[in-house]
């Protein structure tokens, strides 16, 4: 990730603050407007799902014709699960990332590999409105450190 979608991102994680509340359940077209709102600047194609198929080694992810039903199917079960993200328990949350995270990298919705930074993000405003803007802030200070 270059210095230009670092400080995006960071900007995006202040954003979303005040975009969404505790009670807002996450949909594939709010992954794609949070996609779009933090690299729409850099990239034309930013929250537009990719077009073209990809692979990282001899690993296919899933193919770019199936990536909308796989974002319906991705709305119905993991977000529908783990949003709003209100649990109290620690592992609660780290399964809604973990799960998250796992299902997004093998979707590969957008062009770019940024799973990672996307599920991060996600879960960043599911928690959010638990009344942590210090949440924000060390994952921010996280993303400077991973990605310098």
Not at 67 to 88: D, G, I, R, S, W
Request: hydrophobic content about 50%; glycine content about 4%; proline content about 3%.
């Amino acid at each position: 990730m270059d210095e230009a979608e670092v400080l995006a991102l960071e900007n995006t994680m202040l954003e979303l603050v005040g975009l969404y509340d505790e009670r807002h359940r996450f949909t594939a077209a709010d992954i794609c407007g949070i996609h779009k709102r933090w690299l729409g600047a850099i990239y034309e194609w930013a929250g537009a799902y990719r077009q073209v198929n990809i692979s990282k080694g001899d690993f296919p992810f899933a193919a770019a014709a199936r990536v909308p039903a796989l974002m319906v199917e991705f709305e119905k079960t993991v977000l529908a699960k783990y949003t709003p993200c209100n649990f109290e328990d620690r592992a609660d949350i780290l399964r809604a990332l973990a799960e998250t995270h796992a299902e997004l990298v093998l979707i590969h919705p957008f062009r770019v590999s940024m799973a990672v930074e996307l599920a991060t993000l996600l879960i960043s405003a599911f928690r959010s409105f638990s009344g942590s803007r210090i949440y924000w802030l060390v994952s921010m200070r996280v993303f400077r450190f991973m990605f310098k």
